[in-house]
């Protein structure tokens, strides 16, 4: 019989239950034993429609609690930092939602407080585990476009359309800002097709002078021998592609990081074209994203192996975000 891991999910934030509550539920070596949300009785409707049978009334609570052995961290960002320490100060292994903080001080920190107390820690970067991300990086490797020159990576979810204040994305105070949300995939997306960090960065981020954070940023980052562009937007039509040219081909991801939720989940695609303009499609079978980061993060937690994403390369990835964020304070640009 394959031992599973007991989950504790600590809150009842949508994107838990709108994905990863139910994949650690259809995930192979995993059960979400408890719920915990500030408010008990938010708790338990959202257990009940879920169908988890323990709630508590308190993050601490969850940590007390025997039957956990691995806690999903889903609150506003800046609060990553503190549970996840609390979390390993219990013995508790964590699966954190991205970004894994809001500085480099505080993922140090977390790498630290984990380290000490023999815990894993990853960041919930689902991206990484759908397959059409594992065959870019395949093609990638094996040279199919030559050396990589260029890498454009471009995230937007128009959530301004029915704008709701009291959004998460829109609190300072809570770490947020579209850089943050999601300039942390294009930064991510850039530095794993590289293979390598940048040297330097320039960012531009656009603050919303009523709300004061950024809805839209971007950024060019500074590769030896190559040069990433992000662009990300709280305002714009919701899409998340990135593209890569490389010096004997191209290829396009149209669905790179936005791979839909629950059961709108569309094929994956990527489209090749070689330096004489031959252009391919290969196209993957809708799947679970979500699931399968589950399982793997589980997977190696069970087998004593390290987590596939490693915390000390989301301390990179949380690096480049503040520099492109201090350049973007220092504010080099020209007037036109
Ligand atoms: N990987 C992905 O695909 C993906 C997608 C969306 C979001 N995310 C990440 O997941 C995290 C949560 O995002 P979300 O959109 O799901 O957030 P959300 O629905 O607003 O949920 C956040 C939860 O945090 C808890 N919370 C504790 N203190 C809070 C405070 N002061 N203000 C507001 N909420 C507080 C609340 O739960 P209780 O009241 O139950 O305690 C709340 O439900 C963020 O880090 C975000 O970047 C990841």
Known sequence: MIRKLGWGVMSTANIGQVAVIPAIQKSKFGTVEVLASRDIEKARQVAQALGIGRVVGSYEALLKDPDVDAVYIPLPNTMHAEWTIRAAEAGKAVLCEKPLATSAEDVAKQIEACAKHGVSLMEAFMYRF????????????????????????????????????????????????????????????????????????????????????????????????????????????????????????????????????????????????DADGKRREEIFEPGDHYRDMVDAFSGALLNGQPVPLSPEDSLKNMKVLEALARSSAKDSSESV
């Not at 870019?136 to 995230?155: D, F, N, P």
């Not at 662009?231 to 004997?248: K, P, S």
């Open 130 to 273: 759908h397959p059409q991300t594992r065959r870019v990086r395949e093609l990638i490797t094996s040279g199919a476009i030559g050396q990589v020159k260029e890498v454009r990576a471009h995230l937007s979810v128009n959530i301004m359309r029915t704008f709701d204040r009291s959004n998460i994305r829109y609190a300072d105070r809570l770490g947020g800002g579209a850089l943050l949300d999601m300039g942390c995939y294009t930064v991510n997306i850039c530095r794993m097709i590289f293979g390598r960090e940048p040297g330097r960065v320039i960012g531009r981020l656009q603050i919303d002078p009523n709300l004061r954070v950024d809805t839209s940023a971007a950024g060019i980052l500074e590769f030896d021998g190559g040069i990433g562009m992000i662009t990300c937007w709280f305002g714009a039509d919701g899409q998340g592609a990135y593209t890569i040219v490389g010096t004997e081909g191209t290829i396009e991801v149209p669905r790179g990081i936005i791979l839909g939720l629950g059961t709108r989940v569309p094929e994956g695609l990527i489209v090749v074209m």
